[in-house]
């Protein structure tokens, strides 16, 4: 599997059970778990990885943990997606990016214990350990639709092709698509891993991400996705796109090249563009070889109309993603990453505005609050984060 995989020792892990979070089959607490690794990945983007057996035994993608920092340096935890998880190893995956006091407090924790002369914050925090606390794994993942809190749904193919059972056979194949930007991208990294763990090659998965400076998860998703489209805001050189995946016959815009896996991967570099504009380019290209108009689908429909989307990103380029996907006829699962205070439930500091889809093929989490005026709201940390997308007010 992934890099987590590395990780082949479990150690110790000594327990505050301060909070935790009981649902019917499952209960989340929080807890101190050992750091494995906590390095730069690319530029202001950092990979932490953990040694949390209990919540790689059970994390499915969409999920999160709350980080709460050493020290007490913050009140309120820091949610982080769950970007990879690995139940032999226990090794679970989260990719942040240091965007303010909390997240740079984070990037300075270190798998081995170190003077903490060396690491003495501004604040005055130490940081001589290699431990910290979370609880997780938390929320509502993409695969968990059977419309209960209560269920924490494993993937599996009762719960994802059962429910795309007809469109997948319109199409001839189940098909998903990932939709991710920035930091949103690592969630969508999971998903595809479960998905080729799930179902090998019968399924067809593809990737469009936006990233602001130059790519890097790109060569991960590589290796598990059949194609991958990149852009980037500022992608000036060759030279900024990742070891892995450069190579002599890579040249931005042009046709794909071939992965190890089979997978290809086009990188296309745009000051104005976005990622909408790589999916329609995507669906100009497949749809020209259009077969007949599937029932299930209104417009133009070929061999590679997705069965699902999944996207996690910024809210404006969600909003964006969900208006493709309704003119295209494509149902898409989305990730939200509201501001959150205690990220487990408690405190209504995350709510977003939802309605019913009244549809039964897209089965909702209920609501902890009254419906007003057609409008339900619900708890981004425990109702969601990922919403069918005709499900959230935009
Ligand atoms: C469910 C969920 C999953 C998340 N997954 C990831 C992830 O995988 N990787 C990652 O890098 N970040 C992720 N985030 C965002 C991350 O939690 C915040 O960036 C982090 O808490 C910021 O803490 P800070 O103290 O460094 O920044 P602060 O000082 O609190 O804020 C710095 C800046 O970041 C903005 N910000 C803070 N929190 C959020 C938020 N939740 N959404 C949007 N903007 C925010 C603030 O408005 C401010 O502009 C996720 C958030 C949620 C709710
Ligand atoms: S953050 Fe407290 S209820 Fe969601």
Redesign the pocket.
Known sequence: MSEVSEVSEVSEVSEVQTVSVVRAESRVERNTYRIVRNEQIADGIFELILDAPDIAAVATSGQ?VNLYLPDGA?LLP????I?GADADTGAVS???????????V?SLLRPTSVSTTTLTHASGIHFGTNMIEAMGPL?TGFFDYKGSLLTFGDLSKESFLDQNTARADAHGKTTVVLIGGG??I??LFFAAQKLRDAYGSEIEITAFLGYRNAPWLDERFVQICDAVHTISESLDNLSEVSPVVDSPSLRLGQAPIESANGGSRVVRASQTGNVIDLLDAWRDEIFTTQKEPSPLCSSLCSSLCPTLALSCGPKPMLAAAAAWCARNDIPLRV??????GCGYGACAG?TTKTQSLNDPEKPQNGSDGPIIDGVIKKK??RH??VFWAGEVVW
């Open positions: 999160f913050m820091r949610p982080i997606s970007a989260l990719i942040y990016a240091v965007v303010g006091a909390g997240t740079r984070l929320g930091v949103g690592p969630p990730s939200l990453e509201e501001r959150m995350c981004v940390c969601g984060p």
